[in-house]
């Protein structure tokens, strides 16, 4: 028999009949009338090849065949109800569920990291587990393995929901004894030795080959490039904390996030300073699985985490 072919209205209608033993008081009980409920008998007795109710002794009265069936259509039932239950509302304070996020260390520092201290203390069954980019590839976040990405991505896949977390502009940070706090212009900065800092989108990145300007390097050295200018980079690394303890070098200065600059400045004697040219801010994204889109864990998740990027000030 082909499921398809089966009204199952027809299954809640022979829990009923069997249940009042009676065509009128089943009608009555769901709200059909007595030739509706009579036709839905006759249905019911093809679909089964069987009488299902017969009458005796003035009641109608189930078969073997009917009484067989009513704790298999009972658990059909119930089945059925639970499936089309709408979903609970979260609650962080009860739930017991980990979310997947991934970010580099200057939104995990910046974000992820205090977001996560005040969601613990109120909610202890919320765990995290925080990824880096290399750890994640593009079938991850399709598959909806990964809760959010976040970071400033070059592309970003269609497929995918996103919302902007915060814009970030850029600044020096350097050593108190750095010469470029004497002389903050252009020509200043270009006689100093550099820190490239540069973790983007997802996946495995390729290693820096050259510094001529043929290979494009990040947000930074295309506004350089936009002046004809280059820099002198003596170290390249992906990670934001590391640029933290080469600044400790006097020679060294890096050019950062504000929000990351502000964060290391206020653990360490680093010194924050403007950057003498233009470059475009940061735009920070976060992007989703439309497999996760709906989920009620999730939605709470984005919608705290966007609300706790609201406080964090860019000053």
């Known amino acids: 028999m082909n499921i398809r072919h089966v009204d199952l209205n027809l299954l809640v209608y022979l829990n009923v009949l069997i249940d009042e033993q009676s065509v009128s008081k089943a009608a009555n009980k769901l709200a059909l009338t007595q030739p509706a409920m009579s036709n839905a008998l006759k249905r019911l007795r093809d679909l089964f090849d069987d009488p299902l109710l017969v009458r005796a002794a003035g009641t109608m009265t189930p078969t073997a065949k009917a009484l067989s069936l009513k704790p298999e259509i009972e658990s059909l039932l119930k089945m059925a109800e639970e499936i089309t239950q709408p979903s609970e509302v979260f609650d962080p304070s009860t739930a017991n569920i980990t979310f997947r996020i991934m970010a580099n260390d200057y939104l995990e520092s910046t974000l992820i990291a205090p977001f996560i201290t005040q969601q613990l203390a109120k909610n202890p069954g919320l765990n995290f587990d925080i990824l880096s980019p290399s750890d994640v590839n593009l079938q991850d976040m399709e598959k909806g393995t990964i809760d959010l990405a976040i970071n400033r991505f070059n592309g970003l896949p269609r497929s995918f929901h996103q919302a902007s977390v915060w814009r970030d502009n850029y600044c020096c940070l350097t050593h ?7 002389k903050q212009n252009l020509e200043g900065y270009l006689a100093q030795e550099h820190i490239w800092v540069n973790r983007a989108g997802w996946g495995v990145e390729a290693a820096v080959t050259n510094k001529s300007g043929s290979q494009k390097l990040g947000w930074v050295d295309e506004a350089l490039w936009q002046l004809e200018q280059t820099r002198n980079i003596r170290v ?47 735009e ?29 000030a860019d000053r």
């Not at 497999?291 to 985490?305: F, M, Y």
């Open 236 to 282: 390249f690394t992906r990670h934001y904390m590391v640029a933290s303890l080469l600044c400790q070098s006097p020679q060294l200065i890096a050019t950062l996030p504000r929000r990351q600059a502000m964060l290391l400045a206020k653990h360490t004697d680093l010194v924050i300073s403007p950057v003498p040219f233009q470059i475009v801010p940061i």
């Open 284 to 312: 920070v994204k976060m992007l989703w699985s439309p497999l996760l889109h709906h989920a009620n864990p999730h939605q709470w998740l984005r919608r705290e985490l966007l609300a706790f990027a609201s406080t964090v």
């Open 176 to 182: 108190p004894d750095n010469s470029y706090l004497q």
